[in-house]
């Protein structure tokens, strides 16, 4: 049994879709929040998963904060680490502690649009695609072995919040699909990528209309 610890900040509706796979061979061991007041730390609490606050405002330098963070996921003894909404820049030192065993999403086909604002950025660009990407996480900011990633269309008629609408629903099938691999032992990383395995398991392309007639 595979022990995973999912960190997040906000409403975690990414941690509730892990959490409902009910992924075989892995346990969520401990949902654990930078926000006390995370809408997602609740809603693990009522599941009787261990759900731990840890306000970041509580300690005076970053690195302070990531030790007591790392003291907190290790009490857990985690095989993986889930990055699900975390919304933190993390240290050199604490990226390097869980290297190879912490998955991040993020909402853009990586590399392109790494940071925030990513589907307004999107729209700016008039790509035609847009979608969502689970990696390793490195010391670099959303960057790091892509896992899997899945893409929507984007519609003429798109604003950032049905973008973002389209691209959630995917990331709540792509990473429960992804820790179950990882889990499962299914993936490696080989000179710094992780093969792709079957396609089927790496890519999601959402069907939908090109335009709303
Ligand atoms: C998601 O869009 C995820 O890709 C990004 O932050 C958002 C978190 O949403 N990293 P939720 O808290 O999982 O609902």
């Known amino acids: 049994m595979k022990n995973i610890v999912i960190l997040i900040s906000g409403r975690g509706s990414n941690m509730q879709a892990i959490v409902e796979a009910k992924l075989?061979?892995?346990r969520i061991a401990a949902v654990i929040s930078n926000r006390p007041d995370a809408a997602g730390l609740a809603w693990a609490a009522e599941r009787g998963i261990a759900a731990v606050a840890l306000d970041h405002k509580a300690y005076a330098s970053r690195e302070d904060f990531d030790a007591?963070?790392?003291a907190a996921i290790d009490a857990h003894?985690?095989?993986l680490v889930v990055l699900a909404g975390f919304m933190r820049?993390?240290?050199a030192g604490f990226t390097r502690r869980y290297e190879g065993r912490m998955l991040n999403i993020h909402p853009s086909l990586?590399?392109?649009?790494?940071?925030?604002h990513t589907h307004e950025r999107a729209l700016e660009m008039g790509c035609k695609l847009a979608g969502c990407t689970v990696h390793f996480v490195t010391a670099e900011l959303d960057h790091g072995p892509i896992v899997a990633q899945g893409a929507?269309?984007?519609?003429?008629?798109?604003?950032p919040d049905s973008l973002a609408a389209r691209v959630l629903k995917l990331e709540h099938r792509l990473y429960?699909?992804?820790?179950?691999?990882?889990?499962?032992g299914e993936i490696a990383i080989?000179?710094?990528?992780?093969?792709?395995?079957?396609?089927?398991?790496?890519?999601?392309?959402?069907?939908?209309p090109l335009s709303h007639a």
């Open 24 to 26: 075989p061979g892995a």
């Open 68 to 70: 007591a963070l790392a």
């Open 77 to 79: 003894s985690p095989d």
């Open 89 to 91: 820049i993390l240290t």
């Open 110 to 116: 990586l590399p392109a649009f790494p940071g925030l």
């Open 152 to 159: 929507v269309n984007v519609l003429d008629d798109d604003t």
């Open 176 to 184: 429960p699909e992804a820790v179950r691999r990882f889990a499962a």
């Open 190 to 208: 080989v000179n710094g990528k992780v093969a792709s395995g079957p396609a089927a398991a790496s890519c999601l392309l959402a069907p939908e």
